[in-house]
């Protein structure tokens, strides 16, 4: 077997797959169709520092070669999240990263404070979520401002930081640039595109909360794009994501410049979609000779 292990800023992962934050709920959920510990890392859901309730329905949508979402990152908030969800997440043996979302610089240093030392080895800033009505993407599409969050999350933590990114910009480079000065350890991209769909009997937008996060298959092309501009403008590793089903696409973001994945929506469509995914790296490696696949990350540019 080829070696797919994975350094992503220090948390070492035997291999490059992970969940997408929000699509894999605590992992149990799935633990009676696979071996979770086969995964490289699980993501959690996105976290606040309160509870909420999430956006009214309805909540999702389907769309050609996609999936339309506005859960409204629907949560029971840190605190419970680690007395009652991290326990179990953590027995499963592979490496947790805590999803983090705020309305303001100060919660997500809070929680970058409390999730410290309770065993996570990582956090996902997430200041790119379009479906929520405060913070959200709105601290994400300002450069200066994501680099405000994240030197203060930085500064409160020990753990490794990876900031997950919005396409919704005009200039995704300039924010990567901007949140990688500010001292992320590593970058997530692409978070979904805004979107949304009506209902034409009914004369009105489908989701409760009008737009939507368009995810799956769809989006893919965009989040390849995204990665290999960015893999080339800085210096940090990537996780790349949208629209990864199979094998194949985990190789163009790889090729791209990621070093690790991270699978989502593929989830809903096929629950054994990681295996898959992690079957099919090693296979294409043995077939054209490949000892370590992070030899492979950003080959499409590298000379």
């Known amino acids: ?115 410290s030392g309770t065993g996570i080895v990582g956090l996902e800033i997430n200041i790119s979520c379009p ?43 300039e924010l990567a640039r901007a949140v990688a000065g500010a001292g992320a350890d590593a970058l997530s991209l692409i978070n979904t595109l805004v979107g949304m769909v009506i209902d034409v009997e009914q004369r009105k937008p489908v989701l409760g909360n009008v737009v939507g996060g368009l995810s799956g298959p769809a989006i893919r092309p965009v989040g390849v794009w995204a990665v290999w501009q960015v893999a080339q403008a800085v210096d940090i590793p990537i996780v790349g994501m949208g629209g990864i089903c199979t094998g194949q696409d985990a190789l163009e973001f790889i090729l791209a410049g990621a070093s690790a994945v991270a699978v989502g929506s593929a989830f809903f469509n096929n629950p054994m979609a990681a295996v898959r995914i992690i079957t099919e790296l090693d296979e294409y490696c043995t077939k054209h000779g490949v000892d370590k696949l992070q030899d492979l990350v950003g080959a499409a540019w590298k000379e």
């Not at 991290?86 to 997500?108: K, Q, R, W, Y």
């Open 131 to 173: 479906n929520v009505k405060t913070g959200g993407m709105a601290l994400g599409t300002v450069p200066e401002v994501a680099a405000q969050v994240v030197e203060a999350v930085v500064k409160e933590t020990d753990l490794p930081v990876i900031v997950k990114l919005t396409p919704n910009v005009t200039n995704i480079v």
């Open 1 to 115: 077997m080829a070696d797919l292990s994975v350094n992503l800023a220090g948390i070492k992962m035997k291999n490059p797959v992970m969940s997408a934050s929000g699509t894999f709920g605590s992992g149990s959920e799935y633990a009676s169709l696979f071996d979770i510990s086969k995964m490289g890392a699980l993501v959690t859901k996105g976290l606040t520092l309160r509870p909420r309730a999430g956006n009214k329905p309805p909540r999702i949508c389907e769309t050609p070669a996609g999936l339309l979402n506005a859960v409204g990152l629907q949560n029971p908030g840190v605190e419970a999240f680690i007395s009652d969800v991290l326990p179990e997440m953590l027995g499963f043996g592979v490496p947790v990263i805590a999803n983090i979302a705020g309305s303001t610089t100060d919660e997500f240093v809070e929680m970058a404070r409390q999730l």
